[in-house]
């Protein structure tokens, strides 16, 4: 669990309370003194405003530190956030919290992994099953992606199941409404990948989240964690001759042409592909 994820879910990352603390900005400190003033009915000067997180050891805010209900409660309990607590869903003080905040949820499971300035990517559960089934149903994504739109949540269940039971298989979750937006992941395929430090990476994308750049914004963040983290040396991405979406993202990450090919797939059609590859220029 990331450190600076609040035991409510809240980033204290994005906090303008840890931001101020951080850069001793007094400006900011003073601003933000003032605006929670007038939120909260009660004057806050600017040297209150000192906080380096909430799960972290070192200054923080009075209401966080002595205050917050919700820090008090994770504490008693022993539990690393309330994503811990088995009551999660019925306790009114957090729920209020998550509620208002549609990425708190997100953050509290226990495999976050990535994020962007929109977007959460994270694995997936059984309970997207029934949002999996909304997107991957459309006969615009699966087909240009190489598979069948799915035709039940049970089988959008089985494929969370499979083929989606990776560590590096993600849902990418929208920051601003924490909903799945669509699926981006590395796997091995033994017909391109040489050896262990290859992967091959996929993606696909709701139609109504088309042309708005999410997943050159998701793989661009995959590219590093897979080069950085992952100490991958190369990865393989694929495309649909006619599939421009795809070629664009694939251009706009760095990759270079490899070769064409044909596939089947599950399709009676034999459809040429184009592969391209990226380089980890620190290997």
Known sequence: MKQLIAYCGLDCEQCEARIATINNDNDLRASVAKRWSEMNGIEIKPEFINCEGCRLDGVKTY?????????????EKDVETCGKCALIDECGIVGQILKNNPTARNYLKEDFILQTQRLILRRWHDEDASRLFELARDPEIGP???????????????IIHTAFNFPTVFAIVSKETGMIIGCIGFLHDEHLCKN???????????????????????????????????KLSRIWCGNFKENARSASVQKKCGFKYDHTGADDNWSEEVREVVINYLDNKLS
Not at 63 to 75: D, F, G, R, V
Not at 144 to 154: L, T, Y
Not at 209 to 219: D, H, L, R
Request: glycine share 6%; charged share 30%; aromatic share 14%.
């Open 63 to 75: 209401y966080c530190s002595e205050l917050c209900q919700i820090k008090k409660c994770a504490e």
């Open 144 to 158: 240009a992606a190489g598979w069948k739109p799915h035709k039940s949540v049970e089988e959008s269940l089985d």
């Open 196 to 230: 262990e430090t290859e992967s091959l990476m996929g993606y696909w994308i709701g139609k109504e989240y088309w042309n708005k750049g999410y997943v050159t914004e998701a793989a661009k963040e995959c590219i590093r964690y897979a080069f950085e983290e992952l």
